[in-house]
Protein backbone atom coordinates (compact mmCIF):
# COMPACT_ATOMS: atom_id res chain seq x y z
CA UNK A 1 0.00 0.00 0.00
CA UNK A 2 3.20 2.28 1.05
CA UNK A 3 4.24 2.05 -2.86
CA UNK A 4 0.77 3.58 -3.99
CA UNK A 5 1.49 7.05 -2.23
CA UNK A 6 2.99 10.01 -2.92
CA UNK A 7 6.43 9.81 -2.02
CA UNK A 8 8.91 12.27 -0.29
CA UNK A 9 11.27 13.88 -2.90
CA UNK A 10 15.33 14.37 -2.91
CA UNK A 11 15.52 18.04 -1.33
CA UNK A 12 18.21 18.04 -4.23
CA UNK A 13 15.43 18.17 -7.08
CA UNK A 14 14.00 21.53 -6.17
CA UNK A 15 14.95 25.01 -4.86
CA UNK A 16 12.75 28.29 -3.45
CA UNK A 17 11.40 29.85 -6.19
CA UNK A 18 13.73 33.05 -5.43
CA UNK A 19 16.30 31.11 -6.11
CA UNK A 20 15.60 29.70 -9.49
CA UNK A 21 16.82 31.56 -12.87
CA UNK A 22 14.18 31.84 -15.30
CA UNK A 23 15.38 32.21 -19.15
CA UNK A 24 15.28 35.02 -20.79
CA UNK A 25 13.59 33.54 -23.95
CA UNK A 26 10.00 32.43 -23.70
CA UNK A 27 11.28 28.99 -25.88
CA UNK A 28 13.55 28.47 -22.68
CA UNK A 29 10.41 28.54 -20.55
CA UNK A 30 8.59 25.86 -22.48
CA UNK A 31 8.33 22.96 -19.94
CA UNK A 32 8.38 19.36 -21.10
CA UNK A 33 7.87 19.65 -24.84
CA UNK A 34 11.27 19.24 -26.07
CA UNK A 35 10.19 17.56 -29.74
CA UNK A 36 7.84 20.66 -30.06
CA UNK A 37 10.37 23.21 -29.66
CA UNK A 38 12.63 21.79 -31.60
CA UNK A 39 9.72 22.09 -34.41
CA UNK A 40 9.10 25.65 -33.69
CA UNK A 41 12.49 26.59 -34.10
CA UNK A 42 13.10 24.89 -37.35
CA UNK A 43 9.89 26.36 -38.27
CA UNK A 44 10.68 29.76 -37.25
CA UNK A 45 14.26 29.97 -38.97
CA UNK A 46 12.56 28.58 -42.62
CA UNK A 47 8.85 30.72 -41.38
CA UNK A 48 6.87 27.35 -41.78
CA UNK A 49 3.05 26.99 -40.88
CA UNK A 50 2.79 25.02 -37.68
CA UNK A 51 -0.53 22.67 -36.47
CA UNK A 52 -0.29 22.16 -32.86
CA UNK A 53 -2.45 18.97 -31.36
CA UNK A 54 -2.64 18.45 -27.87
CA UNK A 55 -5.08 18.61 -24.73
CA UNK A 56 -5.81 22.13 -23.16
CA UNK A 57 -3.31 23.51 -21.14
CA UNK A 58 -0.18 22.18 -22.23
CA UNK A 59 1.27 25.44 -23.21
CA UNK A 60 -0.04 25.73 -27.39
CA UNK A 61 0.16 29.07 -27.02
CA UNK A 62 2.86 30.19 -24.89
CA UNK A 63 5.08 28.07 -28.41
CA UNK A 64 3.11 30.16 -30.74
CA UNK A 65 4.36 33.20 -28.58
CA UNK A 66 7.65 31.87 -28.43
CA UNK A 67 8.00 31.96 -32.01
CA UNK A 68 7.01 35.10 -32.36
CA UNK A 69 9.96 35.97 -30.51
CA UNK A 70 12.39 33.87 -32.95
CA UNK A 71 11.00 35.37 -36.24
CA UNK A 72 13.83 38.54 -37.23
CA UNK A 73 12.02 41.81 -36.09
CA UNK A 74 13.97 43.82 -39.14
CA UNK A 75 11.79 42.82 -41.73
CA UNK A 76 9.04 44.16 -39.87
CA UNK A 77 6.51 47.01 -41.99
CA UNK A 78 4.16 49.61 -42.30
CA UNK A 79 1.24 49.66 -44.22
CA UNK A 80 -0.78 52.72 -45.41
CA UNK A 81 -4.04 52.92 -47.03
CA UNK A 82 -4.38 55.85 -49.61
CA UNK A 83 -7.41 57.84 -51.33
CA UNK A 84 -7.77 56.75 -54.97
CA UNK A 85 -8.74 59.81 -56.70
CA UNK A 86 -9.30 58.18 -59.64
CA UNK A 87 -12.10 55.58 -58.28
CA UNK A 88 -12.73 56.43 -54.21
CA UNK A 89 -13.93 52.75 -53.59
CA UNK A 90 -10.69 51.29 -54.47
CA UNK A 91 -8.24 52.37 -52.29
CA UNK A 92 -4.22 52.10 -52.68
CA UNK A 93 -1.96 50.33 -50.46
CA UNK A 94 1.24 51.35 -49.68
CA UNK A 95 4.39 49.89 -47.46
CA UNK A 96 6.99 50.93 -45.91
CA UNK A 97 9.55 49.69 -43.56
CA UNK A 98 9.00 50.29 -39.58
CA UNK A 99 8.79 53.71 -38.18
CA UNK A 100 8.17 55.85 -42.09
CA UNK A 101 4.60 55.38 -42.34
CA UNK A 102 4.78 57.31 -38.86
CA UNK A 103 6.46 60.12 -40.50
CA UNK A 104 4.37 60.19 -43.41
CA UNK A 105 0.85 60.65 -42.09
CA UNK A 106 2.81 63.34 -39.52
CA UNK A 107 3.62 65.15 -42.49
CA UNK A 108 0.72 65.28 -44.37
CA UNK A 109 -1.35 66.50 -40.38
CA UNK A 110 1.41 69.18 -40.81
CA UNK A 111 0.53 70.59 -44.76
CA UNK A 112 -3.14 70.08 -43.74
CA UNK A 113 -2.56 72.70 -40.34
CA UNK A 114 -1.08 74.63 -42.73
CA UNK A 115 -3.37 75.23 -44.95
CA UNK A 116 -5.79 74.91 -41.99
CA UNK A 117 -4.29 78.19 -40.74
CA UNK A 118 -4.37 80.01 -44.26
CA UNK A 119 -7.78 79.47 -44.32
CA UNK A 120 -7.99 80.62 -40.75
CA UNK A 121 -6.50 84.20 -41.68
CA UNK A 122 -8.21 84.45 -44.66
CA UNK A 123 -12.00 83.73 -42.64
CA UNK A 124 -10.84 86.49 -40.14
CA UNK A 125 -9.74 89.60 -43.05
CA UNK A 126 -13.22 88.42 -44.73
CA UNK A 127 -15.35 88.92 -42.05
CA UNK A 128 -13.35 92.16 -40.84
CA UNK A 129 -13.54 93.62 -44.49
CA UNK A 130 -17.43 92.86 -44.44
CA UNK A 131 -17.90 94.07 -40.75
CA UNK A 132 -15.85 97.65 -41.72
CA UNK A 133 -17.85 97.88 -44.89
CA UNK A 134 -21.46 97.51 -42.53
CA UNK A 135 -19.87 99.99 -39.85
CA UNK A 136 -19.42 102.65 -43.03
CA UNK A 137 -22.22 101.88 -44.50
CA UNK A 138 -24.65 101.65 -41.62
CA UNK A 139 -25.80 98.10 -42.75
CA UNK A 140 -24.90 96.29 -39.46
CA UNK A 141 -27.87 93.85 -39.69
CA UNK A 142 -26.46 93.07 -43.54
CA UNK A 143 -23.34 92.56 -42.61
CA UNK A 144 -23.95 89.87 -39.89
CA UNK A 145 -25.98 87.96 -42.35
CA UNK A 146 -22.86 88.51 -44.61
CA UNK A 147 -20.66 87.04 -42.38
CA UNK A 148 -23.11 84.30 -41.38
CA UNK A 149 -22.96 83.01 -45.01
CA UNK A 150 -19.15 83.43 -45.77
CA UNK A 151 -18.39 81.44 -42.43
CA UNK A 152 -20.46 78.45 -43.34
CA UNK A 153 -19.03 78.49 -47.00
CA UNK A 154 -15.71 78.59 -45.91
CA UNK A 155 -16.08 75.83 -43.40
CA UNK A 156 -17.52 73.79 -45.92
CA UNK A 157 -14.47 74.08 -47.75
CA UNK A 158 -12.34 71.24 -46.63
CA UNK A 159 -8.57 71.22 -47.86
CA UNK A 160 -7.51 69.05 -50.78
CA UNK A 161 -4.59 67.80 -48.48
CA UNK A 162 -7.30 66.44 -45.29
CA UNK A 163 -8.92 64.23 -48.48
CA UNK A 164 -5.58 63.14 -49.55
CA UNK A 165 -3.75 62.72 -46.33
CA UNK A 166 -3.59 58.27 -46.20
CA UNK A 167 -4.14 56.16 -43.01
CA UNK A 168 -1.89 54.21 -41.51
CA UNK A 169 -3.21 50.57 -40.83
CA UNK A 170 -0.82 49.22 -39.36
CA UNK A 171 1.86 50.62 -37.58
CA UNK A 172 5.15 49.01 -37.18
CA UNK A 173 7.26 51.70 -35.61
CA UNK A 174 9.48 50.48 -32.16
CA UNK A 175 8.11 47.33 -31.69
CA UNK A 176 11.08 44.93 -30.70
CA UNK A 177 10.17 41.66 -31.62
CA UNK A 178 7.67 40.27 -34.91
CA UNK A 179 4.20 40.65 -33.79
CA UNK A 180 1.86 38.03 -32.02
CA UNK A 181 -1.54 38.11 -32.59
CA UNK A 182 -4.20 36.12 -31.10
CA UNK A 183 -6.99 35.59 -33.41
CA UNK A 184 -8.83 33.01 -31.61
CA UNK A 185 -12.52 33.18 -32.16
CA UNK A 186 -12.16 36.30 -33.88
CA UNK A 187 -14.77 36.53 -36.60
CA UNK A 188 -14.26 37.36 -40.54
CA UNK A 189 -14.29 41.18 -39.86
CA UNK A 190 -11.74 40.95 -37.22
CA UNK A 191 -9.86 38.50 -38.97
CA UNK A 192 -9.78 39.52 -42.43
CA UNK A 193 -10.43 42.90 -41.89
CA UNK A 194 -13.44 45.13 -42.79
CA UNK A 195 -14.89 48.61 -44.08
CA UNK A 196 -17.21 50.88 -41.53
CA UNK A 197 -20.66 51.69 -43.26
CA UNK A 198 -20.96 55.22 -43.53
CA UNK A 199 -24.38 56.40 -43.09
CA UNK A 200 -23.38 59.67 -44.99
CA UNK A 201 -22.51 58.54 -47.98
CA UNK A 202 -23.70 61.64 -50.09
CA UNK A 203 -23.54 65.38 -50.56
CA UNK A 204 -19.96 65.65 -49.46
CA UNK A 205 -20.68 64.64 -46.03
CA UNK A 206 -19.08 61.18 -45.81
CA UNK A 207 -15.79 60.06 -44.98
CA UNK A 208 -13.41 59.28 -47.40
CA UNK A 209 -13.39 55.65 -48.40
CA UNK A 210 -9.81 55.13 -47.02
CA UNK A 211 -10.58 56.58 -43.84
CA UNK A 212 -13.15 53.58 -43.24
CA UNK A 213 -11.18 50.89 -43.79
CA UNK A 214 -9.91 48.64 -40.83
CA UNK A 215 -7.12 46.74 -40.90
CA UNK A 216 -7.34 42.15 -39.92
CA UNK A 217 -5.62 40.12 -37.62
CA UNK A 218 -4.02 38.43 -40.96
CA UNK A 219 -2.83 42.26 -41.48
CA UNK A 220 -1.70 43.17 -37.85
CA UNK A 221 0.09 39.78 -37.97
CA UNK A 222 2.43 40.80 -41.37
CA UNK A 223 6.01 39.33 -40.72
CA UNK A 224 4.76 38.23 -37.36
CA UNK A 225 2.80 35.22 -35.91
CA UNK A 226 -1.00 34.64 -36.31
CA UNK A 227 -2.38 32.07 -33.84
CA UNK A 228 -5.64 30.67 -33.95
CA UNK A 229 -6.93 28.15 -31.26
CA UNK A 230 -9.57 25.62 -31.78
CA UNK A 231 -9.09 26.33 -35.53
CA UNK A 232 -12.19 23.14 -36.86
CA UNK A 233 -14.71 25.59 -34.95
CA UNK A 234 -14.13 28.85 -37.61
CA UNK A 235 -16.60 28.87 -40.39
CA UNK A 236 -15.38 27.24 -43.87
CA UNK A 237 -15.71 30.46 -45.86
CA UNK A 238 -13.94 32.37 -43.32
CA UNK A 239 -10.99 29.39 -43.03
CA UNK A 240 -11.04 29.16 -47.22
CA UNK A 241 -10.16 33.40 -47.27
CA UNK A 242 -7.26 32.53 -44.44
CA UNK A 243 -5.83 29.88 -46.78
CA UNK A 244 -6.32 32.45 -49.35
CA UNK A 245 -4.48 35.16 -47.42
CA UNK A 246 -1.15 32.30 -46.53
CA UNK A 247 -0.80 31.16 -50.10
CA UNK A 248 -0.52 34.74 -51.95
CA UNK A 249 0.67 36.65 -48.35
CA UNK A 250 -1.87 39.34 -49.29
CA UNK A 251 -5.51 39.49 -49.29
CA UNK A 252 -7.93 42.71 -50.11
CA UNK A 253 -10.11 44.54 -47.73
CA UNK A 254 -13.92 44.90 -47.88
CA UNK A 255 -16.94 45.07 -46.35
CA UNK A 256 -17.88 41.50 -44.35
CA UNK A 257 -21.68 42.96 -44.52
CA UNK A 258 -23.47 42.70 -47.84
CA UNK A 259 -26.13 45.19 -46.99
CA UNK A 260 -23.28 47.88 -45.80
CA UNK A 261 -22.10 50.48 -47.69
CA UNK A 262 -18.66 49.21 -46.49
CA UNK A 263 -19.11 46.26 -49.27
CA UNK A 264 -18.67 48.70 -52.13
CA UNK A 265 -15.22 49.55 -50.98
CA UNK A 266 -12.67 46.84 -51.94
CA UNK A 267 -8.71 48.46 -51.59
CA UNK A 268 -5.99 46.99 -52.65
CA UNK A 269 -4.11 43.80 -52.07
CA UNK A 270 -2.95 44.26 -48.41
CA UNK A 271 0.69 42.30 -47.28
CA UNK A 272 -0.55 39.95 -45.04
CA UNK A 273 3.02 37.31 -44.86
CA UNK A 274 2.45 35.78 -41.42
CA UNK A 275 3.03 32.44 -40.02
CA UNK A 276 -0.07 30.61 -39.15
CA UNK A 277 0.02 28.54 -35.91
CA UNK A 278 -2.79 26.44 -35.61
CA UNK A 279 -4.49 24.68 -32.64
CA UNK A 280 -6.52 22.16 -30.93
CA UNK A 281 -7.60 19.06 -30.10
CA UNK A 282 -7.80 15.69 -32.27
CA UNK A 283 -11.56 16.38 -32.62
CA UNK A 284 -10.53 20.05 -34.31
CA UNK A 285 -9.25 18.46 -37.18
CA UNK A 286 -13.07 17.01 -38.40
CA UNK A 287 -13.75 20.72 -38.65
CA UNK A 288 -10.73 21.89 -40.19
CA UNK A 289 -10.67 22.91 -43.99
CA UNK A 290 -9.36 19.73 -46.21
CA UNK A 291 -7.06 21.90 -47.98
CA UNK A 292 -5.97 24.65 -45.46
CA UNK A 293 -5.16 21.65 -43.66
CA UNK A 294 -2.71 20.32 -46.50
CA UNK A 295 -1.52 23.51 -46.98
CA UNK A 296 0.12 23.41 -43.36
CA UNK A 297 1.48 19.68 -43.81
CA UNK A 298 2.82 20.22 -46.99
CA UNK A 299 5.03 23.89 -46.48
CA UNK A 300 5.32 23.42 -42.44
CA UNK A 301 5.05 20.88 -39.67
CA UNK A 302 2.29 18.77 -37.49
CA UNK A 303 3.05 18.28 -34.06
CA UNK A 304 1.30 16.28 -30.95
CA UNK A 305 2.44 17.55 -28.26
CA UNK A 306 3.07 15.57 -24.93
CA UNK A 307 0.33 15.49 -21.82
CA UNK A 308 2.69 14.09 -19.49
CA UNK A 309 6.61 14.09 -19.00
CA UNK A 310 8.90 10.99 -17.49
CA UNK A 311 9.32 11.29 -13.68
CA UNK A 312 13.15 12.18 -13.52
CA UNK A 313 15.48 14.73 -11.62
CA UNK A 314 15.12 16.88 -14.45
CA UNK A 315 11.92 16.83 -15.71
CA UNK A 316 11.09 17.87 -11.61
CA UNK A 317 13.73 20.87 -11.49
CA UNK A 318 11.35 21.80 -14.59
CA UNK A 319 8.44 21.93 -12.54
CA UNK A 320 10.12 23.80 -10.01
CA UNK A 321 11.25 26.37 -12.74
CA UNK A 322 7.72 26.36 -13.55
CA UNK A 323 6.32 27.39 -10.54
CA UNK A 324 9.12 30.56 -10.23
CA UNK A 325 8.03 31.42 -13.68
CA UNK A 326 4.10 31.28 -12.61
CA UNK A 327 4.89 33.76 -9.38
CA UNK A 328 6.88 36.01 -11.77
CA UNK A 329 4.46 36.22 -14.06
CA UNK A 330 1.58 36.15 -11.68
CA UNK A 331 3.42 39.60 -9.82
CA UNK A 332 1.02 39.82 -6.80
CA UNK A 333 2.28 36.16 -4.74
CA UNK A 334 5.14 35.74 -2.75
CA UNK A 335 7.72 33.27 -3.70
CA UNK A 336 7.49 29.58 -2.76
CA UNK A 337 9.71 27.80 0.04
CA UNK A 338 11.80 24.44 -1.25
CA UNK A 339 8.98 22.51 0.75
CA UNK A 340 5.92 24.46 -1.27
CA UNK A 341 7.62 23.53 -4.69
CA UNK A 342 7.90 19.94 -3.40
CA UNK A 343 4.29 19.51 -2.35
CA UNK A 344 3.83 21.07 -6.25
CA UNK A 345 5.65 18.35 -8.13
CA UNK A 346 3.60 15.93 -6.07
CA UNK A 347 0.79 16.92 -7.25
CA UNK A 348 2.23 17.10 -10.75
CA UNK A 349 3.04 13.38 -10.70
CA UNK A 350 -0.27 12.81 -8.90
CA UNK A 351 -2.54 14.51 -11.89
CA UNK A 352 0.00 12.36 -14.47
CA UNK A 353 -1.88 9.41 -13.97
CA UNK A 354 0.36 6.91 -14.85
CA UNK A 355 3.43 5.32 -13.51
CA UNK A 356 6.57 7.46 -13.35
CA UNK A 357 5.12 10.94 -14.84
CA UNK A 358 4.56 14.32 -14.28
CA UNK A 359 1.71 15.85 -15.85
CA UNK A 360 2.19 18.79 -18.40
CA UNK A 361 -1.32 20.27 -18.55
CA UNK A 362 0.33 23.30 -16.54
CA UNK A 363 -2.70 25.57 -16.61
CA UNK A 364 -4.51 23.78 -14.51
CA UNK A 365 -1.05 23.24 -11.98
CA UNK A 366 -0.62 26.70 -12.48
CA UNK A 367 -4.13 27.52 -11.11
CA UNK A 368 -3.23 25.49 -7.60
CA UNK A 369 0.52 27.85 -7.68
CA UNK A 370 -2.24 30.96 -7.18
CA UNK A 371 -4.23 29.47 -5.25
CA UNK A 372 -1.50 28.65 -3.02
CA UNK A 373 -0.40 32.57 -3.56
CA UNK A 374 -3.37 34.17 -2.99
CA UNK A 375 -3.77 31.99 0.53
CA UNK A 376 -0.34 33.41 2.10
CA UNK A 377 -1.02 37.27 0.43
CA UNK A 378 -4.34 36.34 2.67
CA UNK A 379 -2.59 35.33 6.12
CA UNK A 380 0.19 38.12 5.32
CA UNK A 381 3.06 35.63 5.28
CA UNK A 382 6.33 36.14 3.10
CA UNK A 383 6.44 32.97 1.60
CA UNK A 384 4.38 30.39 0.53
CA UNK A 385 4.43 26.93 2.72
CA UNK A 386 3.21 23.47 2.12
CA UNK A 387 0.08 23.90 4.23
CA UNK A 388 -1.09 26.95 1.95
CA UNK A 389 -0.68 24.37 -0.78
CA UNK A 390 -2.63 22.06 1.27
CA UNK A 391 -5.61 24.67 2.25
CA UNK A 392 -5.19 25.51 -1.97
CA UNK A 393 -5.88 22.19 -2.76
CA UNK A 394 -9.23 22.01 -0.76
CA UNK A 395 -10.20 25.84 -2.13
CA UNK A 396 -9.38 25.43 -5.68
CA UNK A 397 -11.52 22.69 -6.07
CA UNK A 398 -12.88 21.84 -10.28
CA UNK A 399 -16.44 22.37 -10.53
CA UNK A 400 -16.45 18.39 -11.34
CA UNK A 401 -15.13 18.34 -8.22
CA UNK A 402 -17.22 20.37 -6.16
CA UNK A 403 -19.93 18.09 -8.08
CA UNK A 404 -18.27 15.15 -6.90
CA UNK A 405 -18.15 15.80 -3.53
CA UNK A 406 -21.69 16.84 -3.54
CA UNK A 407 -22.91 13.52 -4.99
CA UNK A 408 -20.68 11.68 -1.89
CA UNK A 409 -22.37 13.65 0.14
CA UNK A 410 -25.85 13.49 -1.07
CA UNK A 411 -25.50 9.88 -1.45
CA UNK A 412 -24.26 8.89 2.05
CA UNK A 413 -27.44 10.83 3.97
CA UNK A 414 -30.15 9.25 1.47
CA UNK A 415 -28.29 5.96 1.42
CA UNK A 416 -28.28 5.30 -2.51
CA UNK A 417 -25.14 3.08 -1.62
CA UNK A 418 -24.41 0.75 0.79
CA UNK A 419 -21.10 0.69 2.31
CA UNK A 420 -21.62 -2.37 5.09
CA UNK A 421 -23.26 -5.61 4.45
CA UNK A 422 -24.05 -7.35 1.53
CA UNK A 423 -26.80 -8.16 -1.35
CA UNK A 424 -27.37 -9.51 -3.91
CA UNK A 425 -27.21 -8.03 -7.35
CA UNK A 426 -26.02 -4.38 -5.97
CA UNK A 427 -22.70 -3.21 -6.28
CA UNK A 428 -20.36 -0.25 -6.22
CA UNK A 429 -19.59 0.87 -9.49
CA UNK A 430 -16.59 3.99 -9.53
CA UNK A 431 -16.94 6.94 -11.74
CA UNK A 432 -14.64 9.87 -13.08
CA UNK A 433 -16.15 12.81 -13.71
CA UNK A 434 -13.85 15.60 -15.57
CA UNK A 435 -10.62 14.69 -15.49
CA UNK A 436 -9.75 14.58 -12.08
CA UNK A 437 -12.83 13.52 -9.61
CA UNK A 438 -13.66 10.34 -9.02
CA UNK A 439 -17.36 9.10 -7.85
CA UNK A 440 -19.25 5.92 -6.44
CA UNK A 441 -21.91 4.74 -9.02
CA UNK A 442 -23.81 2.45 -7.47
CA UNK A 443 -24.70 -0.50 -10.40
CA UNK A 444 -28.16 -2.63 -9.65
CA UNK A 445 -29.10 -5.96 -11.96
CA UNK A 446 -31.83 -8.08 -11.82
CA UNK A 447 -32.27 -10.97 -13.82
CA UNK A 448 -36.18 -12.62 -14.76
CA UNK A 449 -37.54 -15.12 -16.56
CA UNK A 450 -37.28 -14.16 -20.48
CA UNK A 451 -40.59 -13.06 -22.24
CA UNK A 452 -39.13 -14.07 -25.49
CA UNK A 453 -39.63 -17.87 -26.59
CA UNK A 454 -36.75 -16.67 -28.83
CA UNK A 455 -34.12 -14.97 -26.40
CA UNK A 456 -33.66 -12.61 -23.72
CA UNK A 457 -32.56 -9.07 -23.57
CA UNK A 458 -30.51 -6.89 -21.98
CA UNK A 459 -31.70 -3.38 -20.67
CA UNK A 460 -29.96 -0.95 -19.03
CA UNK A 461 -31.67 2.10 -17.18
CA UNK A 462 -29.68 4.98 -17.52
CA UNK A 463 -28.35 7.91 -19.72
CA UNK A 464 -25.85 5.59 -21.42
CA UNK A 465 -23.11 7.19 -23.99
CA UNK A 466 -22.33 5.44 -27.05
CA UNK A 467 -19.43 2.85 -25.85
CA UNK A 468 -21.27 2.32 -22.25
CA UNK A 469 -23.96 1.36 -24.66
CA UNK A 470 -21.67 -1.29 -26.35
CA UNK A 471 -20.21 -2.51 -23.12
CA UNK A 472 -23.97 -3.74 -22.00
CA UNK A 473 -24.20 -5.55 -25.33
CA UNK A 474 -20.86 -7.23 -24.25
CA UNK A 475 -21.68 -8.52 -21.24
CA UNK A 476 -23.70 -11.52 -22.16
CA UNK A 477 -20.79 -12.90 -24.34
CA UNK A 478 -18.60 -11.79 -21.36
CA UNK A 479 -20.47 -13.66 -19.10
CA UNK A 480 -21.54 -16.83 -21.04
CA UNK A 481 -17.31 -17.45 -21.78
CA UNK A 482 -16.75 -16.62 -18.22
CA UNK A 483 -19.40 -18.82 -15.98
CA UNK A 484 -20.94 -21.10 -18.59
CA UNK A 485 -24.24 -19.84 -17.95
CA UNK A 486 -26.73 -18.65 -21.55
CA UNK A 487 -28.54 -15.20 -20.46
CA UNK A 488 -30.72 -15.92 -23.43
CA UNK A 489 -32.99 -17.59 -20.68
CA UNK A 490 -33.15 -14.07 -18.68
CA UNK A 491 -34.29 -10.71 -19.51
CA UNK A 492 -31.28 -8.58 -17.46
CA UNK A 493 -32.36 -5.33 -16.34
CA UNK A 494 -29.33 -3.07 -15.17
CA UNK A 495 -29.79 0.01 -13.21
CA UNK A 496 -27.18 2.60 -12.99
CA UNK A 497 -28.50 4.37 -10.01
CA UNK A 498 -28.92 8.10 -9.75
CA UNK A 499 -26.95 8.62 -12.73
CA UNK A 500 -28.03 12.01 -14.30
CA UNK A 501 -25.45 13.26 -16.34
CA UNK A 502 -24.90 9.57 -17.75
CA UNK A 503 -22.13 7.27 -18.42
CA UNK A 504 -19.31 6.71 -21.14
CA UNK A 505 -16.97 4.48 -21.30
CA UNK A 506 -16.59 1.21 -20.50
CA UNK A 507 -14.87 1.22 -17.12
CA UNK A 508 -18.26 -0.07 -15.59
CA UNK A 509 -17.84 -3.65 -17.50
CA UNK A 510 -16.71 -5.66 -14.37
CA UNK A 511 -19.10 -4.17 -12.06
CA UNK A 512 -21.76 -4.64 -14.63
CA UNK A 513 -20.82 -8.33 -14.83
CA UNK A 514 -20.46 -8.99 -11.25
CA UNK A 515 -24.04 -7.67 -10.67
CA UNK A 516 -25.83 -9.61 -13.23
CA UNK A 517 -23.63 -12.68 -11.91
CA UNK A 518 -24.75 -12.47 -8.61
CA UNK A 519 -28.83 -11.47 -9.81
CA UNK A 520 -28.36 -14.69 -11.50
CA UNK A 521 -26.82 -17.26 -8.93
CA UNK A 522 -28.59 -15.43 -6.05
CA UNK A 523 -24.96 -15.11 -4.57
CA UNK A 524 -24.64 -11.71 -2.26
CA UNK A 525 -22.23 -8.89 -3.52
CA UNK A 526 -19.64 -7.71 0.02
CA UNK A 527 -21.03 -3.85 0.22
CA UNK A 528 -17.64 -3.32 1.58
CA UNK A 529 -16.16 -3.33 -1.74
CA UNK A 530 -16.33 -0.74 -4.95
CA UNK A 531 -14.69 -1.86 -7.90
CA UNK A 532 -13.80 -0.53 -11.23
CA UNK A 533 -12.39 -2.37 -15.00
CA UNK A 534 -13.47 -2.78 -18.66
CA UNK A 535 -13.50 -6.48 -19.43
CA UNK A 536 -12.49 -8.06 -22.45
CA UNK A 537 -14.54 -10.34 -24.23
CA UNK A 538 -12.20 -13.29 -23.01
CA UNK A 539 -12.73 -11.88 -19.71
CA UNK A 540 -9.52 -10.06 -19.04
CA UNK A 541 -9.69 -7.85 -16.73
CA UNK A 542 -8.04 -4.33 -19.08
CA UNK A 543 -7.13 -1.27 -17.51
CA UNK A 544 -9.02 1.92 -16.85
CA UNK A 545 -8.54 5.88 -16.48
CA UNK A 546 -8.72 7.84 -12.97
CA UNK A 547 -7.70 5.08 -11.24
CA UNK A 548 -6.59 7.37 -8.24
CA UNK A 549 -9.19 9.38 -8.36
CA UNK A 550 -11.84 6.51 -8.19
CA UNK A 551 -10.37 5.06 -5.12
CA UNK A 552 -10.05 8.36 -3.53
CA UNK A 553 -13.54 8.76 -4.15
CA UNK A 554 -14.50 5.41 -2.63
CA UNK A 555 -12.54 5.93 0.86
CA UNK A 556 -14.27 9.48 0.71
CA UNK A 557 -17.65 7.31 0.97
CA UNK A 558 -16.59 4.88 3.88
CA UNK A 559 -15.71 2.04 1.53
CA UNK A 560 -13.24 -0.20 2.85
CA UNK A 561 -11.93 -2.45 -0.23
CA UNK A 562 -11.12 -1.55 -3.76
CA UNK A 563 -10.90 -3.95 -6.79
CA UNK A 564 -8.55 -2.30 -9.80
CA UNK A 565 -6.87 -4.26 -12.97
CA UNK A 566 -3.52 -4.83 -11.83
CA UNK A 567 -2.65 -3.19 -15.06
CA UNK A 568 -3.63 0.43 -13.23
CA UNK A 569 -1.62 -0.68 -10.34
CA UNK A 570 1.38 1.62 -10.97
CA UNK A 571 -0.62 4.15 -12.20
CA UNK A 572 -1.99 4.82 -8.31
CA UNK A 573 -0.74 7.87 -6.45
CA UNK A 574 -3.23 8.55 -3.08
CA UNK A 575 -3.43 11.11 -0.98
CA UNK A 576 -1.38 9.86 2.78
CA UNK A 577 -4.68 10.69 4.40
CA UNK A 578 -6.38 7.51 2.68
CA UNK A 579 -3.42 5.14 3.36
CA UNK A 580 -5.29 3.51 6.11
CA UNK A 581 -8.38 3.54 5.36
CA UNK A 582 -8.54 1.59 2.06
CA UNK A 583 -7.24 -1.96 0.67
CA UNK A 584 -6.50 -1.81 -2.80
CA UNK A 585 -6.75 -4.68 -4.52
CA UNK A 586 -5.06 -5.65 -8.00
CA UNK A 587 -7.09 -8.19 -10.44
CA UNK A 588 -6.50 -9.77 -13.72
CA UNK A 589 -9.68 -12.02 -14.50
CA UNK A 590 -13.40 -11.74 -14.20
CA UNK A 591 -12.94 -15.04 -11.85
CA UNK A 592 -10.85 -12.94 -9.38
CA UNK A 593 -13.22 -10.29 -9.19
CA UNK A 594 -15.89 -12.68 -8.55
CA UNK A 595 -13.50 -14.03 -5.63
CA UNK A 596 -13.16 -10.97 -3.55
CA UNK A 597 -16.44 -9.71 -4.60
CA UNK A 598 -18.95 -12.55 -3.54
CA UNK A 599 -19.57 -13.75 -0.23
CA UNK A 600 -22.16 -16.16 1.00
CA UNK A 601 -22.44 -19.80 1.30
CA UNK A 602 -22.53 -20.47 -2.28
CA UNK A 603 -19.82 -18.24 -3.21
CA UNK A 604 -17.13 -21.36 -2.57
CA UNK A 605 -18.92 -24.12 -4.65
CA UNK A 606 -19.44 -21.54 -7.65
CA UNK A 607 -15.78 -20.06 -7.53
CA UNK A 608 -14.31 -23.61 -7.60
CA UNK A 609 -16.64 -25.08 -10.61
CA UNK A 610 -15.63 -21.72 -12.78
CA UNK A 611 -11.93 -22.80 -12.29
CA UNK A 612 -12.58 -26.07 -12.93
CA UNK A 613 -14.28 -24.82 -16.04
CA UNK A 614 -11.27 -22.53 -16.83
CA UNK A 615 -8.61 -25.41 -16.25
CA UNK A 616 -10.49 -28.26 -18.81
CA UNK A 617 -10.93 -24.68 -21.20
CA UNK A 618 -7.05 -24.04 -21.24
CA UNK A 619 -6.29 -28.47 -21.33
Known amino acids: MKSHVISEINPDEYADTEDIDIPPMLIDQIIGQEEAVETIKKAAKQRRNVLLIGEPGIGKSMIAKAMAELLPPEDLQDILIYPNVENPNNPVVGVMPAGQGKKVVQNAKDEFKKQESKK ?31 FFALYQIKPKSQHLAPKLLVNSDAKKVAPFIDATGAHAGALLGDVRHDPYQSGGL ?24 EIGTMDMKTQQELLTALQEHKLQITGQSDTSSGAMVRTDAVPCDFVLVASGNLEVLDGMHIALRSRIRGYGYEVFMKD ?3 DTSEN ?25 VGEIIKEAQRRAGKKDTLTLKLRDLGGLVRAAGDIAVEQGANAVTPEH ?12 QQIADRYIKQRKDYSVYSNEGSKIGCINGLAVIGDSSGIVLPIAAEAAPSQSKEEGKIIAAGKLGDIAK ?39 SVSMATAIISAIEDI ?20 IGGATYKIEAAAQSGIKKVLIPASNL ?3 LIDKKYVDEIEIIPVHTLTEVLEHALVGPKKDAFINSLKEKQQKTNQ
Open 470 to 508: EAVQNVGAIIKKSIGTDISNYDIHIQFVQSYDGVEGDSA
Open 570 to 572: DDV
Open 524 to 543: PIDQTLALTGSLSVRGTVLP
Open 206 to 229: GTPAHERVESGMIHRANKGVLYID
Open 120 to 150: NTLTIAIIALIMAIGFITNQFLTAIIAVGIV
Open 308 to 310: TME
Open 316 to 340: RKKISQFVAQEVKNDGRIPHFTKEA
Open 389 to 400: VFEAKKQARTLE
